[in-house]
Nanobody, 121 residues
Framework: QVQLVESGGGLVQAGDSLRLSCAASGRTFLMNAMGWFRQAPGKEREFAAAISRDGSAYHASSVKGRFTISRDNAKNTVYLQMNSLKPEDTAVYYC???????????????WGQGTQVTVSA
């Protein structure tokens, strides 16, 4: 099993930046792909970004150019740097991991509990 713990969420104003972190423990060799998803109130969970162990990254069009995913394999930690935040970025952000490739599609096997990000206008 893999355990994922997110941190770094909070309340910010539009235009501000935040960096989310997700620390993994357990059978981390199972985590080729690590990703970030988000779920806004009343909406379905959506993909934000994912990154493979070799650093290959993929960002959703809605966040490309503003959000950057990165990873420190030695620390088993993935980050999401969020710049130029907008009120519509308000959501619970979830970290996820799986053995497969880092894409938006397909199931992720392991999930964190989520961290709230609120962006005020």
């Amino acid at each position: 099993q893999v355990q994922l713990v997110e941190s770094g969420g909070g309340l910010v104003q539009a235009g501000d930046s935040l960096r989310l972190s997700c620390a993994a423990s357990g059978r981390t060799f199972l985590m080729n792909a690590m990703g970030w998803f988000r779920q806004a109130p009343g909406k379905e969970r959506e993909f934000a970004a994912a990154i493979s162990r070799d650093g290959s990254a993929y960002h959703a069009s809605s966040v490309k150019g503003r959000f950057t995913i990165s990873r420190d394999n030695a620390k088993n930690t993935v980050y999401l740097q969020m710049n130029s935040l907008k009120p519509e970025d308000t959501a619970v952000y979830y970290c996820a991991a799986r053995p497969g490739i880092a894409t938006a599609g397909g199931p992720y096997n392991y999930w964190g509990q989520g961290t709230q990000v609120t962006v005020s206008a």
